[in-house]
């Protein structure tokens, strides 16, 4: 019992001092996560929007070669026969 108590005394000094040293006002600081998250979710759309088309040029590439390689394989077995 008195750990739990000597933890939220802990945890009261410590909300108290952060509110009293605190650089911005709560409104402040909600504006700026909520901008900041908008910004990353920008970032991150446009990042993923970059690796799948990567990804899709892998494909394409990959069918490309897959594609050749079956024609060459059906020219080799019609010279063969």
Do not use: H, N
């Not at 605190?22 to 970032?43: H, M, S, V």
């Not at 069918?63 to 024609?71: F, K, L």
């Amino acid at each position: 019992m008195k750990d739990i108590f000597t933890f939220l005394l802990g945890a009261v000094v410590g909300a108290v001092f952060a509110l009293l040293y605190a650089p911005q006002t709560g409104a402040e600081t909600r504006a700026k996560l909520q901008t900041t998250a908008e910004e990353d979710w920008e970032k991150l759309l446009v990042q993923s929007q970059v690796e799948l088309q990567k990804v899709q040029e892998r494909l394409d590439q990959m069918q490309s070669e897959q594609g050749e390689a079956d024609v060459q394989e059906a020219a080799e077995g019609e010279g063969a026969g």
